[in-house]
């Protein structure tokens, strides 16, 4: 089965780091795109960041630029956000997903994964 | 404020076809990239409904549809049945911004 889990989520104070870990499994991980996505509370979807297969091309949403770095581990099929300065507006649901070759439409999600952000 | 913009809700009857729009500029749809529409049921992660604009995903039924012109793209649905009542969102890239950007979302109730 073609799967995606997130995990590492949890409570963390402003100005805090958090890392998110998301397995793959069910598909060859090393060749697919792969991104992360945020949705906040009641809110809607956020791009977040963006990882080619090989990991040589990695690109962030401004909101996250310099305080967020994305990695990916082919040979565990595992990808990674470390999140640090973290800041209240940051809480939401993280989602990996992969990207449909040839394509920048994400056909594969995770269930998610919620950051909290809160003193 | 979402760089592309949807209606927040439609509504329609079983049975009945509803439309929603995804409007951007000249610097996403208008400049040619490609949309992706999603649904998300209610406390579940986002499902690829319509990839490049009009393309459906094994699995998605016929009766959902897409379609692009100018700055706007549109995702349809005909034959309306009481589990297609979720949030939809659009999905484009937009080249001043560098990234990826999605619509606000749109809130579908069947009546």
């Known amino acids: 089965e073609v799967q995606l889990v997130e995990s590492g989520g949890g409570v963390v104070q402003p100005g805090g780091s958090l890392r998110l870990s998301c397995a793959a499994s069910g598909f060859t991980f090393s060749s697919y795109e792969m991104n992360w996505v945020r949705q906040a509370p009641g809110k809607g979807l956020e791009w977040v960041s963006y990882i080619s297969a090989r990991g040589t091309s990695i690109y962030y949403a401004d909101s996250v630029k310099g305080r967020f770095t994305v990695s990916r581990d082919n040979a565990k099929n595992s990808l990674y956000l470390q999140m640090n300065s973290l800041r209240a507006e940051d809480t939401a649901v993280y989602y990996c997903?992969?990207?449909?070759?040839?394509?920048?439409?994400?056909?594969?999600w995770g269930q998610g994964t919620m950051v909290t952000v809160s003193s | 404020q979402s760089v592309l913009t949807q209606p927040p809700s439609v509504s329609g009857a079983p049975g009945q076809r509803v439309t929603i729009s995804c409007t951007g500029t000249s610097s996403n749809i208008g400049a040619g990239y490609e949309v992706h529409w999603y649904q998300q049921l209610p406390g579940t992660a986002p499902k690829l409904l319509l990839y490049?604009?009009?393309n459906r995903p094994s699995g998605v039924p016929d009766r959902v549809s897409g379609s692009k012109s100018g700055t706007s793209a549109f995702l349809a649905i005909t034959g309306l049945q009481a589990e297609d009542e979720a949030d939809y969102y659009c999905?484009?890239?937009?080249?001043?911004?560098?990234?990826?950007?999605f619509g606000g979302g749109t809130k579908l109730t069947v009546l």
């Open positions: 997903a992969s990207e449909l070759p040839a394509t920048d439409a994400y056909d594969i």
């Open positions: 490049e604009n009009s």
């Open positions: 999905q484009s890239y937009d080249r001043s911004l560098s990234g990826v950007v």
